[in-house]
T-cell receptor
Framework: DTGVSQDPRHKITKRGQNVTFRCDPI?????LYWYRQTLGQGPEFLTY????????KSRLLSDRFSAERPKGSFSTLEIQRTEQGDSAMYLC?????????????FGPGTRLLVL | EDKVVQSPLSLVVHEGDTVTLNCSYE??????LLWYKQEKKAPTFLFML????IEKKSGRLSSILDKKELSSILNITATQTGDSAIYLC???????FGKGTRLSVIA
């Protein structure tokens, strides 16, 4: 399967712990996005990369969140000192940025529960 | 700030009915509007509408973009229980999503 993959699919952690999620995009895609989705809401943008460069971060993104895409392929999203409000589905999407429109394809998501 | 509003937020229909889902948007620099279907997992891509492609159709699903009214509709004809899902509309890069329309199709 050559779609977007994410690992782990589920994560339960205690408040205050650090967690890290991984996303592997579609291989030829140069853009990678992270979103967060809570119940009853659409996905909310967190940050995105073009190749290894982080081009934009949401103003709502806490300093406890950091993302990397060191070689322009897979990406990691780390949340430090987790809080109960961080409980959500974390979605990764990738796209091929060209001259025209780009379609973002989503991975299966990582569901985080902070106790 | 880009904004997307979808209506209705939820809808219950019987199999065979036709439904119309609405999406209105405000975006600084319009390039495209996307529709996604979300079941109990990540969103799956349905359609992209642009200034040069304002109408798309795939099987029982079709979508139209009205750039003048800053809106789009998603039509589903002859609904089936498998159409039950949340339908999301999004614009911009990065994408700004609406809250979605939860469609329930009952037999």
């Amino acid at each position: 399967d050559t779609g977007v993959s994410q690992d782990p699919r589920h994560k339960i952690t205690k408040r205050g712990q650090n967690v890290t999620f991984r996303c592997d995009p579609i291989s030829e895609h140069n853009r990678l996005y992270w979103y967060r989705q809570t119940l009853g809401q659409g996905p909310e943008f967190l940050t995105y990369f073009q190749n290894e460069a982080q081009l934009e971060k949401s103003r709502l993104l806490s300093d406890r969140f950091s993302a990397e895409r060191p070689k322009g392929s897979f990406s990691t999203l780390e949340i430090q000192r987790t809080e109960q409000g961080d409980s959500a589905m974390y979605l990764c999407a990738s796209s091929l940025n060209g001259l025209y429109q780009e379609t973002q394809y989503f991975g299966p998501g990582t569901r985080l529960l902070v106790l | 700030e880009d904004k997307v509003v979808q209506s209705p937020l939820s809808l219950v229909v019987h199999e065979g009915d036709t439904v119309t889902l609405n999406c209105s948007y405000e975006v600084t620099n319009f390039r495209s509007l996307l529709w996604y279907k979300q079941e109990k997992k990540a969103p799956t891509f349905l359609f992209m509408l642009t200034s040069s492609g304002i109408e798309k159709k795939s099987g029982r699903l079709s979508s139209i973009l009205d750039k003048k009214e800053l809106s789009s509709i998603l039509n589903i004809t002859a609904t089936q229980t498998g159409d039950s899902a949340i339908y999301l509309c999004a614009v911009g890069t990065p994408l700004v999503f609406g809250k979605g329309t939860r469609l329930s199709v009952i037999a």
